[in-house]
């Protein structure tokens, strides 16, 4: 019913800017939570962003506040991921997950997930 697809990922400088896309291509017509997490190699999994069913609210980490920006286009049945001044250290796979209650930083409790982008920051 849920089928989560992240797009937009690349290779970019230090400083530059990425938007990922999350499109869920599924049956269903429930409007999920949204987040947006990252892993990267060596790592456990992360939060950066959530946004809540309508778009009305968002929270960050602390890390990617003030730099990446979480929207929705529910028409579209897709979240976007405004990615700016990234760092070398935002590289990571990152993806997205849909859960019809839970909009927190705990990636365990969010139902679906995408199969993620690779996101490569050069220094």
């Known amino acids: 019913q849920v089928q989560l697809a992240e797009s937009g990922g690349g290779l970019v400088q230090a400083g530059g800017s990425l938007r990922l896309s999350c499109t869920n291509s599924?049956?269903?017509?429930?409007?999920?939570?949204m987040g947006w997490f990252r892993q990267a190699p060596g790592k456990e999994r992360e939060f950066a962003a959530a946004i809540n069913w309508s778009g009305g609210s968002t929270r960050y980490a602390d890390s990617v506040k003030g730099r990446f920006t979480i929207s929705r286009d529910n028409a579209k049945n897709t979240v976007y991921l405004q990615m700016n001044s990234l760092k070398p250290e935002d590289t990571a796979v990152y993806y997205c997950?849909?859960?019809?209650?839970?909009?927190?930083?705990?990636?365990?409790?969010?139902?679906?997930w995408g199969q993620g982008t690779q996101v490569t920051v050069s220094s």
């Open positions: 599924g049956r269903s017509s429930f409007t999920y939570f």
């Open positions: 997950g849909a859960d019809r209650t839970y909009w927190g930083t705990d990636s365990s409790q969010y139902d679906y």
